[in-house]
C-alpha cells in the first residue's frame, strides 16, 4: 500500500508564496519520476512540473520562473515552492509519483487526494 499526502495549500494574496510538499509512503522499493499537477474549477488536470529520480526537471510553460520543483529521495518527499503566485495559478494541486513497491516488479504511478491553493486578495 502506498500514500502520497500533500500539504501547504491555503489562501494566499496575488504575488506571494507557498511550498507545498507530498510525502510518500507505505511498501517503497523505489521511486522514479515525481511532480505537481493541477486542476483548476472547470478545467482538466494539467502538468506544473516533474523531477527525475536524478533531479532532472521540466516545468509547464506557465510557471516558469516562479514555481520550483525540489524533492529529497531519503525522506521520499517533493516539494513545490511557488512564488510570485497568480489568480490564474488558483487549483487544487495534486501530487504523483511513479513508485515501486516491494511486491511489485515495476513502476506504478499513485496520485495524492490534492491539496486547495487559493490566490485572491
Known amino acids: 500500500q502506498v500514500q502520497l499526502v500533500e500539504s501547504g495549500g491555503g489562501l494566499v494574496q496575488p504575488g506571494g508564496s507557498l511550498r507545498l510538499s507530498c510525502a510518500a509512503s507505505g511498501s517503497i522499493f523505489s521511486i522514479g519520476t515525481m511532480g505537481w499537477y493541477r486542476q483548476a474549477p472547470g478545467k482538466e488536470r494539467e502538468l506544473v512540473a516533474t523531477?527525475?529520480?536524478?533531479?532532472?526537471?521540466n516545468y509547464a510553460d506557465s510557471v516558469k520562473g516562479r514555481f520550483t520543483i525540489s524533492r529529497d529521495n531519503a525522506k521520499n518527499m517533493v516539494y513545490v515552492q511557488m512564488n510570485t503566485l497568480k489568480p490564474e495559478d488558483m487549483a487544487v494541486y495534486y501530487c504523483?509519483?511513479?513508485?515501486?513497491?516491494?511486491?511489485?516488479?515495476?513502476?506504478?504511478?499513485?496520485w495524492g487526494k490534492g491539496t486547495l491553493v487559493t490566490v485572491s486578495s
Open positions: 504523483n509519483a511513479a513508485i515501486r513497491t516491494f511486491t511489485a516488479n515495476r513502476l506504478v504511478n499513485y
Open positions: 523531477i527525475t529520480s536524478d533531479f532532472n526537471t
